[in-house]
């Protein structure tokens, strides 16, 4: 069974950093990718990066690009977000999502499709104040 779990949200100043960290355990091929959307209160979900394990390809959606940094750790399978000048409407809560098919993440983020994104982690409530 694949398992996502999210960690490192919390309350952040504006204009201060924050990392966030997705494991994932449980696929049974070595290619797959990871992804990060958040969900801001009354808002609508959206996607920001995603990155295909082993090779580290990134798509970032363009409206994070240059804040926020996707990344991963392979031998730990481990991927991290890095978000850095974070305003109060970065306030969400972000989650990990996992696929087999990288193309197929970055399309959700894209287009703004979730739908056949395979498994969800519950999310981390990151909260920035101004």
């Known amino acids: 069974e694949v398992q996502v779990v999210e960690s490192g949200g919390g309350l952040v100043q504006a204009g201060g950093s924050l990392k966030l960290s997705c494991a994932v355990s449980?696929?049974?091929?070595?290619?797959?990718?990871i992804a990060w959307f958040r969900q801001a209160p009354g808002m609508e979900r959206e996607g920001i990066a995603s990155?295909?394990?082993?090779?580290?390809?990134?798509y970032t959606a363009d409206a994070e690009e240059g804040r926020f940094t996707i990344s991963i750790d392979n031998a730990r399978n481990i991927v991290f977000l890095e978000m850095n000048d974070l305003k109060p409407e970065d306030t969400a809560v972000y989650y990990c999502?996992?696929?087999?098919?990288?193309?197929?993440?970055?399309?959700?983020?894209?287009?703004?499709?979730?739908?056949?994104?395979?498994?969800w982690g519950k999310g981390a409530l990151v909260t920035v104040s101004s």
């Open positions: 990155i295909s394990r082993p090779d580290g390809s990134t």
């Open positions: 999502a996992a696929d087999p098919d990288f193309i197929a993440t970055a399309q959700a983020i894209l287009k703004r499709d979730y739908s056949g994104i395979h498994y």
């Open positions: 449980g696929f049974t091929v070595d290619n797959y990718a």
